[in-house]
């Protein structure tokens, strides 16, 4: 009988408590004691139709193992949960569990089941365990592959490869591997030592890494193209978009990757020359643009102890609690109200940016005008400035509008690969590029997305590469 959730509420970590976790880098997001955690497991209803299954991008096969785990069998949890997911370490810690929002549990009592919590939970009983072990193949195929990117895509792409016993190289052009999971997510929401583990792992089952090697440009493209049977591109989408006003020359105006890459790299042990730190220490920050990069920058403003965090928003708040226009089972469109949001931070919306302002070359303060958003005859919503002018004082600002799009310059253009009408690499339904025996993975091919799509995609990638070397 699967009643539990009649008895057993959602019950939620939760965050170590504010004053604590700003004081350093660890990871905010606390663990259950077991017995919880097999309460909370319990609670999945085994839906006929599962639609967190549905949901996720993975595919992952919910119901399953939350019988296994709320059960204490936590070997055959794992292996239900790693025969869909390669990496559920990463998942477990930063997906936005699209999973528990199509729950049906969260249609009839806004209380789904813990999937994402329960994920990392047996992920981490299987490390622990020690379950988790290298299986390098036992017949290898001879052919060479090269993944360019170490991110989730190029991760997982690499692991489903040498999986089939094909030979596979990962090239960085970062110093370590993990893409924006390493350079880009906080140590507070992913601490890097769960990469390095995992890291670990690949290594020892044969995959090849080099770092500091951007192909197309230390690694010819001619050289990539006759070294190896197959190529696949998981390269990203590192374009960041950019703001053309008044005034964005100013000192003191930084995209939010610089200033997220450089503390990551400054917990690694890295050292920054004076020149070239960013720091919040003692300032008013001002984040523009209300999205999860975004609320990366305001945690990471709150630790290093700026006096006000500010985040600012071109588009109206979205709803609190429920959507009528995204109903269940869609991902709904609603406030989101992160960790670092609740660390002390001021949001506001429907603020256009129109200039910065300085004083002797050093940024002051930004100037914003209010919008209204009304839908046009056409459907489509529409800005509207209402002539409203506010100074916000700010002396160090992040652009986090989002990405455009993956860097075109240097190896993309190289291998002259197509791109969709957004800039994406276009690809074919299985992951084919234009250019004959290159693949792509990930942000290069969707656009800015998310880690559980990106490992998707990588899987997807290698299937049709294994494919591919078998004709
Ligand atoms: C600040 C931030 C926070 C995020 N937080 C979350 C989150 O909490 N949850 C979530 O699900 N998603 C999050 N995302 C999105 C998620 O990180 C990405 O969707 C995902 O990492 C994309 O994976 P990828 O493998 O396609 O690319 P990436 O992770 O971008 O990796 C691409 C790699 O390719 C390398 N590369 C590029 N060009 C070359 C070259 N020519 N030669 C060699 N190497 C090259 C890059 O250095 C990089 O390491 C976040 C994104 C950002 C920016
Ligand atoms: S990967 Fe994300 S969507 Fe899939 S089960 Fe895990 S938390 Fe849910």
């Not at 999973?99 to 969260?106: F, H, I, Q, T």
């Not at 950019?242 to 000192?251: A, C, H, I, P, T």
């Amino acid at each position: 009988m699967y009643n539990a959730f009649l008895k057993i509420n959602r019950k939620e970590a939760g965050y170590r408590p504010v004053l604590e976790r700003i004081a350093d880098f660890g990871e905010v997001e606390q663990t259950l004691n077991q017995e919880d955690r097999m309460l909370q497991a319990s609670r999945c209803m085994d839906c006929g139709v599962p639609f967190c299954h549905w949901a996720c991008p993975l595919g992952n096969l919910m119901p399953e193992w939350q019988d296994a785990s709320s059960k204490g069998k936590w070997k055959e949890a794992y292996d239900i949960l790693s025969a869909t997911n390669n990496f559920p370490e990463f998942t477990g810690r930063v997906c936005p569990a699209l999973c528990e929002k199509s729950c049906v549990l969260m249609l009839s009592e806004q209380q789904p089941v813990t999937i994402r919590e329960n994920e990392a939970a047996i992920v981490e009983h299987a490390f622990l365990e020690g379950y988790i072990k290298p299986h390098p193949p036992v017949i290898r195929t001879g052919k060479k592959i090269a993944v360019i990117g170490s991110g989730p895509a190029g991760l997982a792409a690499a692991d489903m490869l040498n999986r089939k016993g094909h030979a596979v190289t990962v090239f960085e052009k970062d110093e370590s591997p993990g893409g924006l999971l390493r350079f880009g997510i906080p140590d507070f929401k992913l601490n890097k030592e769960v990469i390095d583990r995992r890291l670990k792992i690949l290594k020892e089952e044969g995959v090849i890494f080099q770092c500091g090697i951007e192909a197309g440009k230390n690694s010819g493209t001619a050289a990539l193209l006759s070294g190896f049977d197959a190529v696949c591109l998981a390269t990203g989408a590192g374009k960041a978009r950019d703001m053309n006003v008044e005034g964005r020359s100013s000192k003191g105006i930084y995209f939010a990757l610089e200033f997220l890459q450089q503390q990551n790299r400054i917990i690694a042990g890295k050292a920054i020359p004076a020149s070239k730190t960013i720091s919040a220490k003692g300032k008013h920050v001002l984040v523009i643009g209300g999205g999860d990069t975004g609320s990366d920058c305001v945690g990471t403003s709150i630790r290093q102890k700026a006096v006000k965090v500010t985040q600012i928003e071109i588009l109206s708040q979205p709803p609190i609690g429920t959507n009528p226009e995204t109903p269940w089972p869609a991902y709904p469109y609603v406030l989101k109200t992160s960790s670092s949001h609740q660390e002390g931070c001021t949001r506001l919306w429907n603020l256009s940016t129109k200039r910065f302002i300085s004083k002797n070359g050093k940024l002051t303060g930004v100037e914003v005008e209010e919008v209204e958003w009304e839908k046009g005859s056409d459907g489509r919503m529409k800005m509207k400035e209402t002539g409203k002018i506010e100074i916000i004082k700010a002396d160090l600002v992040f652009l986090s509008m989002g990405f455009v799009h993956p860097v075109h310059e240097g190896l993309l253009d190289d291998l002259g690969v197509d791109y969709d009408d957004r800039g994406n690499v276009s690809s074919t339904n299985s992951n084919q590029s234009s250019i004959h025996k290159v693949f792509v993975a990930g942000d290069v091919t969707s656009g800015a997305s998310l880690v559980v799509r990106a490992i998707s995609s990588g899987r997807k990638a290698a299937k049709a590469i294994d494919l591919f070397l078998k004709h």
